[in-house]
């Protein structure tokens, strides 16, 4: 039987998970997450009720009900690094025995939607867009621990950018969930999500410092491959896709467009586009 040691499983002296500081109790099986801790508060005042509240770092998280749902929602901060933080423990307390540090016999799965910022690649995906994410693709290094099964046709994409980027190793290309898809896809355009290890030369800007690359932006605008091509940036959205598809979960990212790369474009309200999925949300999970 598999133990996790001490080293491994980190757990806090009240016997929650060492970074959320949470117990399987605090948890639901429906979490929304975001990346702004300041976004758990326009979330959960949409809750009839609050039941748990922790804050720990960046992780903030509320528990409550919504129309009779048990929610949770919870900030991750921005980044895939954090996203494998909260992923791997929130996992933990579905699927793990924290007394006896052995994994369960019978496996849970939970739904997590991610509610996030980005902005838009193309012209024609206009400043408060609401964009679903089919597929995240991953430019980050992160997965390169990780052994993540790939279909044919995510290879073949991840090939192909790494081919026209001259990038040093393929990105990795995650479907989202098709259960998740089909229950929230119908409110939101849909399209392929870039995530980037940064938000400056990752993403194609530059200000101060030279980029090694000053064609990123074109290069990935102008990518196409047999009607395939890349809608938006930001910097969660792969893992969370990974982690998911590899711990058994069901995740889905929504994201909404506050600039246009192209035009030079930004919001002037971004909150009345995230409050609008927020509600879309929480109407439909």
């Not at 711990?247 to 909404?256: F, V």
Request: glycine residues 8%; without cysteine.
């Amino acid at each position: 039987m598999t133990i996790f040691s001490e080293a491994d499983l980190i757990l806090n002296n009240d016997g929650s998970v060492y970074h959320l500081n949470l117990k399987p109790e605090n948890v639901a099986e429906n979490i929304i997450i975001v990346g702004d801790p300041e976004r758990v508060f326009r979330v959960s005042k949409h809750f009839d009720d609050i039941e748990f509240e922790m804050s720990k770092r960046e992780f903030i998280t509320h528990t409550g009900t919504y129309k009779g749902k048990h929610i949770t929602v919870m900030s991750t901060g921005m980044g895939v690094d954090n996203i494998e933080i909260a992923m791997i423990e929130l996992d933990a307390l579905f699927n793990i025995d924290l007394i006896n540090r052995t994994p369960k016999d019978k496996k849970k799965s939970f739904n997590i939607i991610r509610i996030g910022t980005s902005g838009a690649i193309h012209e024609d995906l206009e400043v408060g867009a609401q964009v679903l994410s089919e597929y995240g693709i991953g430019m980050d290094n992160l997965m390169l621990y990780y052994d993540l099964d790939h279909s044919d046709f995510e290879i073949e994409i991840g090939l192909k950018l790494q081919d026209v980027l001259r990038f040093p190793f393929s990105p990795y290309v995650v479907e989202g969930s098709e259960i998740l898809k089909e229950k929230l896809g119908r409110d939101f355009i849909h399209g392929n999500t870039l995530t980037s290890p940064g938000f400056y030369a990752p993403q194609g800007r530059q200000l101060r410092i030279d980029v090694k690359n000053p064609e990123l932006l074109n290069q990935i605008t102008q990518f196409n491959h047999d009607g395939f091509r890349l809608t938006n940036f930001e910097m969660e959205t792969s893992m969370l896709y990974a982690f998911a598809k590899m711990l058994g979960h069901q995740a889905m990212s929504i994201n909404a467009i506050l600039g246009n790369r192209t035009k030079g474009t930004f919001s002037k309200n971004p909150y009345e586009i995230i409050d609008s999925i927020i509600s879309k949300v929480l109407d439909k999970i």
